[in-house]
């Protein structure tokens, strides 16, 4: 394993499209011109940053204005190498991988092509995991296929990694084509750092998402058997994100897009049913949240509509006993009650109560989505004054 190497790991599945934007966007990495970077680093951490020998990253200590500058021994330099499975591409993608790594070896940057050869695509985790067994870096940076990277994504990332080598780190990214999925950018991008690890549990996936992860390899180490290898259909990334945090690891995100992240019909995105990912979180959140106090005396969910009753059926029968009640904003709700029929029992079982909102008995299990109602729902929830991941959690 080399210290001063940051290995990118890429997946393709017949990506020929995206193959050529990808790959200049990853050589670009070594030309970035960091001239706004270097200011920030030079105020915030008197050190001086500037690329040199095509892809490394030189590090001088900068003293003091007014002080003598040396340049002393400090020579810290990282390279970057590429590491690519390809996962039984049908397409050119072979061909203009093999174009690629000739360019990169003109570059002086080491590229490695695993191919699977079986005939039948093993998934995305299964080649993260082989393209990892290939790399020599000390520090992973995935990248997608269809994304791109923009020009000092890895210098920010390694930079903040190094100092943080037990953490995930994430960036903010730009979506293109422009104003597609417009509120999963506004959360994902302007997620306040300290809910990084207590927005776990939304539709959206990891707080901070796939395409932009940079860490030490510690962190892919601490995770038995690294990604999920179950194959198509599976979030390999979540599963991922959630056994990082059980173990203790931290989540960082640098606050500048780093990312182009392409939304098109064919993105892996697209194979995982919702219902997996529903089931992921509820027995993710049964775990390590409603069987810990407070919530294991009682909780109220907020929500009496279609998305809170799901919520309670998929309950365990052991956990439907402490659902005090539901909460709601909607008149015609209000002072009625949730009868729940058990379909195994052929019977009515639960009588829940559904009060306003403003009579909710904390801890809140809410199931609304976020950024839907014009501000209501949100002006509503901090009108209470509440802690998010004490007094409440949001499973949306």
């Keep these: 394993m080399c210290e001063d190497t940051v290995s990118i790991i890429v997946t393709v599945l017949n990506g020929e499209k995206w193959v050529d934007n990808c790959f200049r966007s990853i050589l670009r990495q070594c030309t970035a011109v960091q001239s706004v970077h270097m200011q920030q680093q030079q105020q915030q951490s008197k050190q001086m940053h500037k690329w ?3 892809n490394e990253l030189l590090l001088l200590p900068v003293t003091s204005a007014g002080d003598e500058t040396e340049e002393v021994e400090c020579k810290r330099k990282f390279q970057i190498e590429v590491c690519v499975f390809d ?3 049908t397409d050119g993608t072979q061909a203009m991988l093999r174009v690629w790594q000739r360019k990169c070896r003109r570059q002086r940057i080491r590229m490695f092509i695993v191919r699977n ?16 067994e290939v790399a020599h870096g000390a520090y992973l940076c995935f990248q997608d296929i269809d994304d791109e990277m923009l020009p000092t994504r890895i210098q920010q990332q390694y930079l903040l990694a190094r100092a943080n080598k037990d953490a995930l780190i994430g ?14 950018t506004r959360w994902a991008n302007e997620l306040d750092a300290t809910k990084l690890t207590l927005q776990i549990y939304t539709a959206n996936g990891p707080t ?20 999920s290898e179950h194959g198509y259909g599976t979030p390999e990334d979540l599963i991922f994100f959630y056994a990082h945090l059980d173990r203790g690891g931290r989540v960082l995100r640098v606050d500048e897009c780093l990312l182009l992240y392409r939304y098109h019909a064919a993105a892996t995105t697209f194979s995982i049913v ?8 509820m027995q993710h959140l049964l775990t390590h949240v409603l069987c810990c106090e407070p919530w294991r005396s009682g909780f109220t969910i907020w929500n009496a509509g279609k998305r809170g009753r799901k919520f309670f059926r998929d309950l365990p029968q052991a956990y439907k006993c402490k659902v005090r009640a539901f909460c709601d904003v909607d008149e015609k709700k209000i002072n009625k009650s949730y009868n729940h029929y058990d379909e195994k029992a052929h019977r009515f079982t639960y009588l829940v ?8 008995r904390p801890p809140l299990l809410i199931c609304m989505k976020l950024d839907l109602t014009n501000g209501a729902f949100e002006a509503n929830l901090n009108s209470l004054n509440l802690c998010e991941g004490h007094d409440y959690v949001l499973f949306t």
């Design 208 to 227: 901070v998402i796939m395409p932009t992860w940079l860490c030490h390899r510690q962190v892919y180490q601490h995770i038995p058997g690294g990604f």
């Design 274 to 281: 919702a219902e997996t990912i529903w089931q992921l979180r």
């Design 52 to 54: 040199v020998d095509g």
């Design 171 to 184: 960036c903010k990214f730009v979506r293109t084509p422009p104003n597609s999925t417009c509120r999963f």
């Design 353 to 360: 109560p559904i009060v306003h909102f403003t009579r909710a």
């Design 117 to 132: 050869e079986s005939g039948k695509p093993k998934g995305v985790g299964y080649g993260r995991n082989r393209a990892i």
């Design 87 to 89: 996962d039984c591409s």
